[in-house]
T-cell receptor, first 113, second 114 residues
Framework: GQQVMQIPQYQHVQEGEDFTTYCNSSTTLSNIQWYKQRPGGHPVFLIQLVKSGEVKKQKRLTFQFGEAKKNSSLHITATQTTDVGTYFCAGEAGGTSYGKLTFGQGTILTVHP | DAGVIQSPRHEVTEMGQEVTLRCKPISGHDYLFWYRQTMMRGLELLIYFNNNVPIDDSGMPEDRFSAKMPNASFSTLKIQPSEPRDSAVYFC????????????FGPGTRLTVL
């Protein structure tokens, strides 16, 4: 079945440093979504990428979708303590699996003030 | 809108007991998903429904787990009998329809089986 691998598992940074998490799928994706889960909370949708090579920005967050639509990355510039949480990528294969997301293991980000 | 509603928020039960988790999706959403989250296995999709019909239940761990969606505004996930390894946070999520597949998660039910 489809697998989505995400690295690193943990990332500790000082406030102001940059952060990147990477996501790789075993199969070509229809689209990829990113979610953030605060400690004790539930996953919250951040963004969806659909097109090959797509790049989207949300303030300090930059999301990329690979040309082959099998990998993606999330980069945060100048982290803040409010960025703390677990970041998940989730891939959708599409076709008969429409709507079904396979989540990566997540990257747990801690930010030291 | 109140968002996805789950109950109970916390459940502590003893091994062998039946557990029923409940979910009310966002009104008008066609898709409903049940996930389980643990440290070891991460966030796993158990089953999902489209217009109240189960589409994919390949993630349901075994026959002890069952899910129903009798109408568009209510779903249940039942574990009978429960086992300690079922301890996890169970999330329900819903999404609007094809082309609008952002998933909205509920607050989750933290299940502890002693």
């Amino acid at each position: 079945g489809q697998q989505v691998m995400q690295i690193p598992q943990y990332q500790h940074v000082q406030e102001g440093e940059d952060f990147t998490t990477y996501c790789n799928s075993s199969t070509t994706l229809s689209n990829i979504q990113w979610y953030k889960q605060r400690p004790g909370g539930h996953p919250v949708f951040l963004i969806q990428l659909v097109k090959s090579g797509e790049v989207k920005k949300q303030k300090r967050l930059t999301f990329q979708f690979g040309e082959a639509k099998k990998n993606s990355s999330l980069h945060i510039t100048a982290t803040q303590t409010t960025d703390v949480g677990t970041y998940f990528c989730a891939g959708e294969a599409g076709g008969t699996s429409y709507g079904k997301l396979t989540f990566g293991q997540g990257t747990i980000l801690t930010v030291h003030p | 809108d109140a968002g996805v509603i789950q109950s109970p928020r916390h459940e502590v039960t003893e091994m062998g007991q039946e557990v029923t988790l409940r979910c009310k999706p966002i009104s008008g959403h066609d898709y409903l998903f049940w996930y389980r989250q643990t440290m070891m296995r991460g966030l796993e999709l158990l089953i999902y429904f489209n217009n109240n019909v189960p589409i994919d239940d390949s993630g349901m761990p075994e026959d002890r787990f069952s899910a129903k969606m009798p109408n568009a505004s209510f779903s249940t996930l039942k574990i009978q009998p429960s086992e300690p390894r079922d301890s996890a946070v169970y999330f329900c999520a819903s999404s609007l329809r094809q082309g609008y597949n952002e998933q909205f998660f509920g607050p989750g039910t933290r299940l502890t089986v002693l």
